[in-house]
């Protein structure tokens, strides 16, 4: 990670490092402007990640698990779901939830392709 020291000054304030936020940060700060991106998590290091790793099986189940209810990290925040069919895949950390890809999407509605 690149630490630098925060522009007195910043034209551009961006909320979360997740894939729209790190590109937008990205894209805005090589065209010239003073950029800051605030971001809940951390940097997680490539070494963390467990997928090619013989304890996948069982660390998936807790720290990689996509739900933050379930895995509890230092950066997650409870989220109810009481009332909700689908549980959320939220990962707060540099990368946003595109760290976490686990094909988790719900399946269109015919109401969906209405206009």
Not at 30 to 47: K, R
Not at 51 to 75: I, T
């Amino acid at each position: 990670m690149i630490k630098r020291p925060l522009p007195e000054i910043a034209e551009v304030l961006i909320i979360g490092a997740g894939a729209s936020g790190s590109v937008a940060a990205k894209e805005l700060s090589v065209n010239g402007f003073q950029v800051v991106c605030l971001e809940q998590g951390d940097w997680t290091p490539a070494s963390d990640f467990a997928g090619d790793k013989a304890e996948w099986e069982l660390v998936k189940q807790k720290k990689w698990h996509p739900n933050p209810n379930v895995r509890g990290g230092p950066s997650d925040y409870p989220v109810n779901t009481d009332e909700s069919d689908v549980n959320p895949l939220m990962y707060n950390a540099v990368g946003g939830s595109t760290v976490l890809y686990a094909a988790h999407w719900c399946r269109f509605l015919p109401s969906d392709f209405q206009v």
